[in-house]
T-cell receptor, first 114, second 115 residues
């Protein structure tokens, strides 16, 4: 089936600590896994993505890991800051003969405690 | 470089009415996808347009239809509005949509309230 599961649904961490969000996907053919940050009243903003030919990707305080065998991927935010507070969505692509689409997890509301 | 732009940003409609939402893709992009995001949920795929054709469709009724113009902009039309259609409608653009692994970028969305 077409499914991306995401957990936890809410996460509260102390400023400066790390946050980890985990996702699993169902379609073994998926090969593209973006992460989006959505602030209140705004559209999702791409923060990092990874393709299936790599296992890990970093961009400053953000990193994503991918385990294709287990069909799960994770977002790691280090040295969290107040501006990291938002809802984060993982996503995976589904491939068809003439198109592809992105399906999303249900989101994680991240709160950074001062 | 303009990102994905959507209009209107907010609108209120009455049950049974029809609505048209508009999207201009990011400069250089030729593929537009539409998503519906209900409050507290992740975006749900409605459909994707590439080369002015609907290429893929999600689990949405025929009341939801769309169009892509030669300049790659797109419209989403919803007929016979229901209260449950109240949501944030997001447009996303990418390059060469039918090909996998291309980054997609979202607009800020159109907030639709049906009363």
């Amino acid at each position: 089936g077409e499914n991306v599961e995401q957990h936890p649904s809410t996460l509260s961490v102390q400023e400066g600590d790390s946050a980890v969000i985990k996702c699993t996907y169902s379609d073994s053919a998926s090969n593209y896994f973006p992460w989006y940050k959505q602030e209140l009243g705004k559209g999702p903003q791409l923060i990092i993505d990874i393709r299936s030919n790599v296992g890990e990707k970093k961009d400053q305080r953000i990193a994503v890991t991918l385990n294709k065998t287990a069909k799960h991927f994770s977002l790691h935010i280090t040295e969290t800051q107040p501006e990291d507070s938002a809802v984060y969505f993982c996503a995976a692509n589904l491939l068809y003969s003439s198109a592809s689409k992105i399906i999303f997890g249900s989101g994680t509301r991240l709160s950074i405690r001062p | 470089d303009a990102g994905v732009t959507q209009s209107p940003t907010h609108l209120i409609k009455t049950r049974g009415q029809q609505v048209t939402l508009r999207c201009s893709p990011k400069s250089g992009h030729d593929t537009v996808s539409w998503y519906q995001q209900a409050l507290g949920q992740g975006p749900q795929f409605i459909f994707q347009y590439y080369e002015e054709e609907e290429r893929q469709r999600g689990n949405f009724p025929d009341r939801f239809s769309g169009h892509q113009f030669p300049n790659y902009s797109s419209e989403l039309n919803v007929n016979a509005l229901l209260l449950g259609d109240s949501a944030l409608y997001l447009c996303a653009s990418s390059l060469r949509g039918p090909f996998s692994g291309n980054t997609i970028y979202f607009g800020e969305g159109s907030w639709l309230t049906v009363v």
